[in-house]
Nanobody, 115 residues
Framework: QVQLVESGGGLVQAGGSLKLSCVAS????????MGWYRQIPGNQRELVAF?????QTNVADSVKGRFTISRHGILLMLEMTNLKPDDTAVYYC???????????WGQGTQVTVAS
């Protein structure tokens, strides 16, 4: 099992910045890449950004140029700048299982952007 714990969410004015962190523990060697997803109530969870073990990143068009994903061992970061009200959501840390592509999820952290 892998445990993911997020931190760094909060309330920010439009145009502001926030940094999210996620710390992984447990069977770290069993994961293949980590990323961030977000979800608004009533909507499906959507990919924000993902970083593979080799460093290749995949970033959603809606946040390109504003959000930066990085990973340093067990620590996954998401630096968010020029935040917009549409970025308001619960942000979840994700890790993919090497063996079958399944998912580990964190508990989520709320990001609220006020207009």
């Amino acid at each position: 099992q892998v445990q993911l714990v997020e931190s760094g969410g909060g309330l920010v004015q439009a145009g502001g910045s926030l940094k999210l962190s996620c710390v992984a523990s447990g069977r770290i060697w069993s994961i293949d890449g980590m990323g961030w997803y977000r979800q608004i109530p009533g909507n499906q969870r959507e990919l924000v950004a993902f970083i593979k073990d080799g460093g290749q990143t995949n970033v959603a068009d809606s946040v390109k140029g504003r959000f930066t994903i990085s990973r340093h061992g067990i620590l996954l970061m998401l630096e968010m700048t020029n935040l917009k009200p549409d970025d308001t959501a619960v942000y979840y840390c994700n890790a993919k299982k090497k063996e079958n592509g399944g998912d580990y999820w964190g508990q989520g952290t709320q990001v609220t952007v006020a207009s």
